[in-house]
């Protein structure tokens, strides 16, 4: 599979655009493969920065919060990952890494609310 092809197959793996069979094949062709799983890895934490720095078109902004952000875990990544960028675009990011107030969005009045530095 060209490397381009498999970038979106798994960008629409984590976006929820596979059919469950897809993205069962998928995710056993992923946990067999340490590239991939890099690739995979790597493809994740994109969709996040986009999902954060609001670069998505509302169709993929739309399946990230219906289907990315379905789990916890998933939900906890984008706190930390969001907190990160806060740090790296503040101008006082070595302050504001060691003390820093805490605020709280609620991801389009779904009732998730996660914490944001």
Known sequence: MPERLKEQTIRKHFLGRLSDEESERLEETIALDAGLFAKAKSVEMQIVDDYIRHSMSKSDRDAFENHYLST??????????????????????????????????????????????
């Open 72 to 117: 916890d875990a998933r939900r906890e990544r984008l706190a930390a990952s969001a907190a990160l960028w806060q740090v790296a675009n503040d101008d006082l990011s070595t302050e504001r890494a060691v003390v820093y107030e805490q605020s709280l969005i609620n991801v389009r009045g779904r009732g998730w609310w996660i914490a944001l530095v």
